[in-house]
């Protein structure tokens, strides 16, 4: 066993939240029932200014190796990779060799490591948590599915693809997500009570992805929150967030984008289906945070809650699409069992999201959603609790999701020496902040860059220079102060030139190291979606094509051979 420090060493649950943003939760201000998750936020600290990436499998590797996504081969999400980065190091949406995932790191330091959830890096063998570090897992390996049955949720997927230990897996007939990947957890945990060694369990929640689902109870208990609407909702966030230290008092709340309707623009028709949407939203993170609550429960009937490391936090701000507006969605979605009607919404069969105006509302102060390099898609909540971890705290320094993997290993008392890979890590550990030793843990001129699908930000100090991609940006660089300014409404390029040059230097710098491929200003990664998704179907069903084609061909020959001797006769 590589260095066990002194004492018992802690176990860790990482609770990953699919898509939830700033403000979803209680504890940073939302009005979802999270009396869980708010619990282990009072025993512990609160981050303030956590930056995930604005994409799923970028925050998701850099999550489990503390290594920048370009690095570790997940630049980007499969799903909207342009063909020219296609197959290019750090493009290959597989790990690059010499990325080690924290599993892996753990295994070699004793601990035993299970996972449950989405995955979404990496589909073959090879590929899946087994082949990672994991010792258990039962894991998705698509962006999303249906939370109620095993099928998918797009037309980029054919099925809905579960794998336990690398194998395929068939799901129970009956099940909802977050209950059943709770319970497979349980189910791991138990089967291995009599080991001594402590464990990493990893939850990567369905909860909040698209499809929205909960069950009925839940949702239940937000009827009448919504019917305000989002401009209401979005400011009552804004306020709760200053009452709650989360940001400083009369920071300015970022501006609506000329593109997001008003609330009062919609018929009385569209109201009650968006509120009822958002109430399933709540009542999903509702519905999670209870079957964490079954997690904590489990963990204390062991006596191991006294001995375990929470960290609970989101893969980027919210999902902004409304998946029915695109063409022949309504077909597909049909085919496929879905309807989007406000009677059952959320319930199986039901096809429910909360749209761009909702998403741009709950990531409340920050501007946008998912996809874009503003607040609104990178700053999301971080938990920790545990054993040395002061309570009641909030941490205001900015933070990274490449800093979890090092603060577990701080945690698990693992030589520093053995903290990186062939790949090393960018991140930090967390770990000294949150013993209260110091307040931050990047020093105000230390440059961290991030970039997914063209937008891009380099952070340094309170300062964060950003680029968001058309059409929701312009794809000019700006500059901003977060700790006075977390909306993103003063551009201090002007008024501070030469920051902006250094920090514009600074990012060149990152681009060049990371190994960032560039792309154009216009670059949609909504219309990359559909070619991916056709020539992924056109794989999928290479056979039945090849088949046909062969068919067809040998028609083809038998009428001309049939001409040619006609012909001669
Ligand atoms: O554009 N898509 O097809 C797309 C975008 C996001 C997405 O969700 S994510 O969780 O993988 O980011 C899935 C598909």
Redesign the pocket.
């Known amino acids: 066993q590589e260095g066990t420090g002194a004492g018992k060493r802690p176990n860790f649950v990482l609770l990953l939240i699919?898509?939830a943003a700033y403000s979803d939760l209680g504890a940073y201000g939302g009005e979802a029932r999270t009396p869980n998750i708010d619990r282990l936020a009072a025993q512990g600290a609160v981050f303030t200014q956590y930056h995930s990436s604005p994409?799923?499998?970028p925050s998701r590797a850099m999550l489990l190796t503390g290594v920048d996504n370009h690095r570790t081969g997940f630049a980007t999400?499969p799903?909207?990779l342009p063909v020219e980065q296609q197959g290019r190091p750090g493009y290959r949406m597989r790990f690059e060799p010499g990325v080690e995932t924290v599993a892996t790191r753990l295994k070699a330091a004793g601990y035993r490591s299970y996972m449950t959830g989405?995955w979404?890096l990496g589909h073959g063998p090879g590929e899946l948590p087994d082949a990672l570090g994991f010792d258990r897992s039962f894991v998705l390996d698509?962006?999303?599915a249906d939370n109620w049955e095993q099928k998918p949720y797009?037309p980029?997927y054919t099925s809905a693809d579960w794998f336990e230990d690398g194998k395929p897996a068939t799901l129970p007939k009956d099940f909802y997500s977050s209950e059943f990947l709770v319970d497979q957890m349980i189910r791991y945990l138990e089967k291995d009570r009599a080991r001594r060694e402590p464990f990493l369990a990893y939850i990567a929640f369905q909860a909040v992805?698209?499809p929205v689902q909960a069950p009925r109870e839940f949702t239940a208990n937000y009827d009448g929150v919504y019917d305000g609407g989002w401009g209401q909702m979005r400011e009552a966030r804004w306020r709760r967030a200053q009452e709650r230290g989360l940001i400083p008092q009369g920071a300015p709340l970022a501006p609506v984008h000329e593109k997001l309707r008003s609330w009062e623009s919609l018929d009385a028709e569209e109201r009650a289906l968006y509120a009822r949407s958002m109430q399933v939203h709540a009542g999903m993170l509702e519905a999670m945070d209870h079957h964490i609550g079954r997690l904590v429960d489990y963990l204390k009937a062991q006596g191991q809650f006294e001995n375990t490391v929470f960290l609970i936090t989101s893969?980027?701000g919210p999902?902004p699409?409304n998946p029915v507006a695109q063409a022949g969605f309504r077909t597909w979605m049909s085919r496929n069992g879905y309807t989007h009607e406000l009677g059952n919404l959320g319930e199986k069969g039901s096809m429910c999201f909360i749209g761009p105006e909702w998403a741009n509302a709950t990531a409340s102060p920050g501007n946008l959603f998912?996809?874009h390099s503003s607040e609104g898609g990178m700053r999301v909540p971080l938990i920790a609790a545990g054993p040395g971890i002061a309570p009641g705290r909030r941490l205001v320094g900015t933070s990274f999701v490449t800093d979890v993997t090092p603060t577990i290993y701080d945690y698990a008392g693992i030589d520093r020496a053995r903290w990186n890979g062939p790949v090393p890590m960018s991140g930090r550990s967390l770990k000294p902040a949150l013993s209260g030793a110091v307040p931050r843990v990047y020093a105000a001129d230390e440059p961290v860059g991030m970039e997914v699908g063209g937008n891009a930000a380099l952070f340094k100090g309170d300062y964060k220079l950003t680029k968001i991609s058309l059409p929701w940006g312009d794809a000019k660089w700006r500059l901003y102060n977060l700790a006075t300014d977390p909306g993103e409404v003063q551009d201090l390029s002007e008024k501070e030139p030469e920051r902006y040059r250094a920090m514009l230097a600074d990012y060149a710098a990152y681009e060049q190291e990371a190994g960032v491929l560039r792309l154009p200003d216009d670059f949609n990664?909504?219309k990359?979606?559909?070619i991916?998704?056709i020539k992924k179907q056109l794989h999928h069903y290479r056979f039945v094509l090849g088949g046909a084609a062969i068919v067809l061909a040998s028609l083809l020959l038998m009428w001309l051979r049939r001409r040619i001797l006609r012909a001669g006769a």
């Open positions: 699919d898509d994409l799923c499998s999400i799903e909207t989405k979404h698509a962006s999303g797009m980029y992805h698209i893969d980027n999902e699409s998912k996809f990664p909504h990359q979606v559909k991916n998704a």
